[in-house]
């Protein structure tokens, strides 16, 4: 196991709603980030923070949000939701280094979202 | 922009066969990451393997050993002796060298291994 957590671990919401995810990163690492991945496909990039702020974001809209909290935990927040974000939410933490680049991302269970 | 392309979508084979996941990768970067991650039924990616653009040396773990080529942009991952528990999707990913911008993945490989 990584020591990444997410909470919840599925979650059923209706179009129109908002919801948010939450991850626990691994011990000693300060970035998290976020991925979308649909039925069949691979994992989408929706946004990275460090130090409390994105630090970068994949083509996803506004109403994609995030924060990450100071002990290096973060929240996805999706406002109005839609149909197709119906998908599994990945969170990977890993250490961003002072001097740039980062290490390997590790990846939490997920949370599986469906909009009905 | 960034693209990995693996061009199997499943693969079955049986027990104790060895099998080839294959990857290609299009990027303008000069230094670079690549990846595969398995991903079982239970949905949790699991890492494998990390190696930069500088770094072309073929490297083995066991049954699992990968080939990187940078003259074909390829990537590709060869599990020896398969066994029944390898069975699960696999997926190459590419990172810019920084990586804000995340992770690029391909669409997996869906291998199965028969009894």
């Known amino acids: 196991e990584t020591g990444v957590t997410q909470s919840p671990t599925h979650l059923i919401k209706t179009r129109g709603q908002q919801v948010t995810l939450r991850c626990s990163s691994q011990s000693g690492h300060n970035t998290v980030s976020w991925y979308q991945q649909a039925l069949g496909q691979g994992p989408q990039f929706i946004f990275q923070y460090y130090r409390e702020e994105e630090n970068g974001r994949g083509n996803f809209p506004p109403r994609f949000s995030g924060l990450q909290f100071p002990n290096y935990s973060s929240e996805l927040n999706v406002n109005a939701l839609e149909l197709d974000d119906s998908a599994l939410y990945l969170c990977a933490s890993s250490s961003r280094r002072t001097s740039g680049g980062q290490e390997t991302q590790y990846f939490g269970p997920g949370t599986r979202l469906l909009v009905l | 922009a960034q693209k990995v392309t693996q061009a199997q979508t499943e693969i079955s084979v049986v027990e104790k066969e060895d099998v080839t996941l294959d990857c290609v990768y299009e990027?303008?970067?000069?230094?670079?990451?690549l990846f595969w991650y398995k991903q079982p039924p239970s949905g949790e990616l699991v890492f494998l393997i990390r190696?930069?653009?500088?770094?072309?040396q073929n490297e083995i773990s066991g049954r699992y050993s990968w080939n990187f080529q940078k003259s074909t942009s390829s990537f590709n991952f060869t599990i020896t002796a398969s066994q029944v528990v390898d069975s699960a999707v696999y997926f190459c990913a590419l990172e810019r060298g920084g990586g804000a911008d995340g992770l690029t993945f391909g669409k997996g490989t869906h291998l199965i291994i028969q009894p």
């Open positions: 990027t303008r970067d000069t230094t670079y990451y």
């Open positions: 190696r930069n653009s500088f770094d072309e």
